[in-house]
């Protein structure tokens, strides 16, 4: 069977900058791949090639064994890929609905007219929001009203909605509290049930632990390391991230709290 | 009707086989405040141009008492000027809601007007061809402006400024290279019988008008005919333009990409927005109505002038501000542009029938815009609750 979405050597270079430098990464069906690692070890440069941002500088990305050519995030979203940036994609004057469903708006006929299906689409919302752990009030309501933090479920839900087969997350739990969290990470593992594949982007190991299948680390555009669920443990993906060293001495002078 | 009225969604049980964080989920939150009737339209964008509306017609119905503003020729008055207007602003305020400015808007009637009486009169063409000419050649040139600011990403500002040079400055070198002068008359004669342009610039339901005559429900001159000659088709066109624009920007498919193209760019190119066409075809919407408004104008007077729609584009962008759309896109209505366009008319024709000094027109004209934005800002902040 072949990988959802796989990348084999994948190199990124802006100018004389290497951002990545041979990536193998692999994301098989209802799979939770937690890709880790600190600022600047190139997590985000590998999603954005994998969701159509950029093309790689070298190297192969192939989308259910055939070679990917996205020149837009409208191309891999086509292909199934939907991510959710850290910026969401929201826009806060607009409702909920009109977020929801913003450039694939269900139409109905109205005479000669299309006209757009505002009934089914706020049922569709409520419906996919209450799925998430929302119960919204007024799917009517400007986005702006939301919290960060329903704001990060709306742009899964809708992201999961429109028939995602790969769902990429970017730090989809940095601005939760802790409930919320625990909402997120339930609806990963549910994503997964359902047969699709989830690539987890995040700085924090123990939300990792608590979804992720595979983990793979990066550090300055390098793999660090990779592991099963089960073969690593919190200290030893927290001492990768940090590149070893550091935290350990970081963990002694604060007395072991990190 | 309102799905979200407090109690009108019980919880409901969880059905089978469904997902633990459905079950667990279902909660209402009681920290969203429910919002009274009046809280609703309080934040609808065109409430505030709406109560405008109100306060100035209750203002002269005092100040002006007595002076025919409210005869129904007076009434016709302030609407026609309110319909030249609001023909405009409400293009204006859709381009604005998609984050973008056409300052040409002004220069381009001048300009239509010219293109359609030149071809009419000095080069003998059939009046509906001219008309047609200049109308294709307003929204090639509107397409343009649009292209340039989508290409460039340089501000509308800037670049339908130089339009709007560009447009006068080419409207008066043109009609003075081709016939030595900046006014083309004659183009009533020219016009005589031609079927297309007493659709812009005629006027209709005479009938009705001199039945209401002969009733007397409305003032005749010397002779017996009716004060009003009819409804110019400025105001049809005023009526029509505004239920499209309202029609697609609260029901279809592309009113949706306008809200998504001014909101957030970004977010909207990302899922899909085609962000540069909606904003092309709407610098050749507003394109398209200025020279409705200039040919209309050249069809009803039988003349053109290079300089006319001096200083309009201000006062679209003013009624689309007042018509409670933000300076800074993604937010407005096109209602809320028609009716900042009734205020302007209104007020600049209420002060002429209270026989003040007109000056103090743009003394309010300028005081109005600057409460509509604070108060737009204002409402942009409950809308978002943002604090």
């Known amino acids: ?258 | 009707m309102d799905p979200s009225a407090p109690g009108a969604e019980p919880v409901r049980p969880a059905a089978p086989g469904v997902a633990p964080a459905e079950a667990t989920g279902l909660r209402v939150d009681e920290r969203v405040r429910a919002l009274h009737p009046l809280q609703r339209l309080f934040m609808r964008p065109d409430f505030g141009s709406l109560a405008g509306v109100v306060l100035l017609l209750v203002f002269f119905a005092f100040a002006a008492s007595g002076s025919g503003m409210f005869a129904p020729d007076g009434i016709m008055n302030w609407l026609h000027v309110s319909a030249e207007l609001g023909v405009i602003a409400v293009p204006a305020a859709l381009l604005m809601i998609a984050g973008e400015f056409d300052l040409s808007i002004g220069s381009m009637i001048g300009f239509s007007g010219m293109a359609a009486a030149i071809p009419a009169v000095y080069w003998g063409w059939p009046v509906w061809t001219a008309i047609l000419f200049a109308f294709a050649l307003s929204v090639g040139l509107g397409a343009l402006d649009g292209y340039l600011v989508v290409r460039t990403r340089l501000p509308s500002f800037i670049v339908s400024l130089a339009f709007l040079f560009v447009l006068r400055g080419l409207s008066l070198a043109v009609s003075v290279m081709l016939t030595n002068q900046t006014i083309i008359s004659g183009v009533n004669h020219a016009a005589r019988g031609d079927w297309l342009a007493p659709l812009l610039g005629g006027r209709i339901g005479h009938p009705l008008f001199v039945l209401l005559a002969r009733w007397h429900l409305i003032g005749t001159y010397r002779d017996g005919s009716p004060l009003i000659s009819g409804i110019p088709m400025i105001m049809i066109w005023w009526i029509a333009i505004a239920a499209v624009a309202h029609f697609v920007l609260s029901s279809t498919r592309f009113g949706n990409h306008i809200f998504a193209t001014g909101g957030d760019r970004n977010a909207a190119r990302s899922l899909g927005v085609p962000v540069a066409r909606v904003k092309i075809l709407l610098f050749c919407s507003t394109a398209f109505c200025a020279a409705l408004l200039g040919i209309s104008q050249v069809m009803e007077f039988g003349s053109a002038a290079a300089d006319r729609g001096l200083d309009m584009e201000f006062e679209a962008i003013i009624a689309a501000v007042i018509g409670g759309s933000l300076l800074t896109g993604g937010y407005g209505s096109a209602t809320g542009a028609c009716f900042g366009a009734l205020i302007f008319g209104i007020a600049e024709q209420g002060i002429y029938f209270a026989n003040w000094n007109n000056n103090w027109f743009r003394v309010f004209l300028g005081a109005l815009l600057l409460i509509a934005v604070l108060f737009n800002n204002f409402i942009r902040r409950r809308v978002t609750g943002e604090r």
């Not at chain 1, 799979?31 to 159509?52: E, R, W, Y």
């Open chain 1, 1 to 258: 069977m072949a990988s959802l979405i796989e990348t084999r050597d994948v190199h990124m270079h802006f100018g004389h900058v290497i951002a990545l430098a041979g990536i193998s990464f692999m994301l098989e069906e209802s799979q939770v791949h937690c890709l880790l690692g600190d600022n600047g070890a190139g997590k985000s440069t590998l999603i954005k090639i994998l969701s159509g941002v950029f093309r790689p500088s070298a190297g192969e990305y192939l989308v259910e064994g055939t070679p990917a050519r996205f020149t837009s995030p409208r191309d891999a979203l086509d292909a199934g890929i939907a991510t959710v940036f850290q910026d969401l994609a929201m826009v806060p004057l607009m409702s909920i609905t009109r977020n929801f469903f913003m450039g694939r708006e269900p139409v109905r006929a109205w005479g000669p007219l299309r006209i757009m299906d505002f009934r089914s689409a706020d049922r569709v919302a409520r419906e996919e929001m209450r799925r998430i752990g929302i119960d919204l009030r007024d799917p009517g309501q400007a986005v702006g009203t939301l919290s960060g933090g329903e704001r990060q479920c709306l742009a899964i839900a809708r992201a999961v909605y429109f028939g995602a087969r790969v769902l990429i997350l970017d730090e989809p739990t940095s601005a939760l509290g802790v409930a919320q969290t625990s909402m997120v990470l339930r609806y990963v593992h549910l994503v997964r049930e359902k047969g699709l594949g989830v690539i987890f982007i995040t700085h924090n190991v123990r939300h990792a632990m608590a979804v992720g299948d595979e983990f793979t680390v990066l550090d300055r555009g390098r793999i660090a390391g990779r592991f099963r669920r089960g073969e690593a443990t919190l200290e030893s993906l927290q001492a990768l991230m940090a590149g070893g060293k550091e935290l350990a001495e970081l963990a002694t002078e604060l007395g072991g709290t990190v």
